[in-house]
């Protein structure tokens, strides 16, 4: 519980000035565009007839032609195009880096020269800059708090539950535990190694150490969406094979999602033939009715909005180059299959990557060393006679 920590002043501030991006607000950049599209695989005369139209439409624009009338008439951008080729704010990291090499090298109101990127030939025009800044410290005193408070909550629950596992060892009754410690103790239902333990506020960690138990044991502290649980094994249902009219609705759900599963995989195979085969993306996907999506950057251990987690794609993923049409690709428990095609490779940042580089190995370090002291407790209690005084640990 977090209600009766108290954070100091000096902790707030000292977290602030050691994490100062964390709270610093990068500059922005609103641009409209003028698109004419052109294929990445277009030939040079087709090239040159699209830069020839980019500059005659920004000479037109240079003689004082409106922006917003021929965004509207010519930009092949056509969801920009409705608000006079208006693409809003956005910070650096968020478009293709020759749109944006220009747009923050440009001042207020300055027209571009055609900027060609993957897409084609753009003229650009920057309608307003907001220039980076730093949140005060009054500005995230509150936020720095609560998150000090969280974690401070979170090492006094595992500070906790190492206690009471440390107590198990001699009497394992979590019910006295928790009335000692004016805790709950909850019973879940019977679940198997495959259900999702997450829509139940578990982890698979939860089920792991679950599964390893033997009958009347108590767990090592396990990390839950709370906080952290010990798991004392109740009862153990045998597997069984239930009657088809136990399961019937189950089947035959089962059967619809394959079927379903092997008309998807059927089209994305037919769409990726038509890629490789040199049909641009929009076409294919205009084709067989399949929406297209532009992710942002992603890392091997990223996730990408509404797909979630790529890891298990990522060797697949980061074997491509630019332009090369991914496998068809399937999640688990996830109905629908995906077809990717690589836009751009960013270089690694250096900076990010040391700094995620020594996090990891100080959580690991930590792991480890909190593991090995609560084995070697273990043992100690094995060898000892302990008797627990109640009254000095409440």
């Not at 004082?64 to 195009?81: N, V």
């Not at 037919?270 to 996907?285: C, D, F, I, N, P």
Request: proline fraction near 4%; glycine fraction near 6%.
């Amino acid at each position: 519980q977090e209600a009766g920590i108290n954070i100091g002043e000096e902790e707030i501030e000292d977290y602030y000035y050691d994490n100062e991006d964390e709270f610093a607000i990068a500059k922005e950049v609103r641009a409209s565009h003028i698109l004419i599209k052109l294929p990445q695989n277009a030939t040079p005369e087709a090239d040159q007839e699209a830069r020839k139209k980019a500059e005659d439409i920004r000479r037109k624009l240079e003689d004082g032609a409106d922006f917003i009338q021929l965004a509207t008439q010519f930009s092949d951008d056509k969801a920009s195009a409705v608000k006079g080729g208006d693409l809003g704010y956005f910070a650096s990291g968020k478009l293709v880096p020759p749109f944006e090499e220009a747009a923050f090298s440009m001042e207020k109101g300055q027209l571009s020269q055609p900027v060609k990127t993957r897409y084609g030939y753009h003229i650009i025009k920057v309608t307003d800059i907001k220039h980076s800044e730093e949140k005060s410290l009054a500005e995230v005193h509150s936020q720095i708090e609560a998150k000090l408070k969280h974690e401070r909550s979170l090492e006094k629950a595992r500070e906790l539950a190492d206690t009471i596992y440390s107590q198990t060892l001699v009497d394992n009754d979590l019910q006295k535990l928790a009335q000692t410690y004016s805790l709950e103790v909850k019973q879940t239902d019977f679940f198997s190694r495959a259900e999702d333990m997450s829509k139940g506020g578990k982890t698979y960690q939860f089920s792991i150490a679950a599964f390893e138990l033997d009958a009347e044991a108590v767990s090592s502290p396990v990390s839950i969406a709370e906080g952290y649980a010990l798991l004392k094994l109740l009862e153990v249902k045998p597997s069984y094979i239930p009657a088809l009219e136990e399961v019937r609705e189950a089947v035959e759900q089962a059967l619809i999602e394959q079927k379903s599963q092997r008309l998807a995989l059927n089209k994305a195979g037919a769409a990726r033939e038509k890629l490789q085969a040199g049909v641009l993306l929009e076409e294919v996907a205009k084709t067989y009715e399949l929406p297209v999506m532009e992710s942002d950057a992603f890392t091997r251990q990223g996730s990408i909005k509404g797909i979630g987690p790529i890891k298990d794609w990522a060797p697949k993923l980061f074997a491509l180059k630019p332009g090369q049409v991914s496998p068809v690709l399937e999640r688990e428990n996830d109905n629908r299959c995906y077809l990717m095609v690589i836009n751009e490779a960013l270089p690694t940042d250096e900076d990010k990557f040391q700094q995620a580089r020594k996090g990891s190995f100080l959580k690991l370090q930590r792991q480890k060393a909190g593991a090995i002291l609560r084995d070697r407790l273990a043992q100690l209690r094995t060898q000892a006679d302990i008797e627990i005084n109640q009254d000095l640990i409440r």
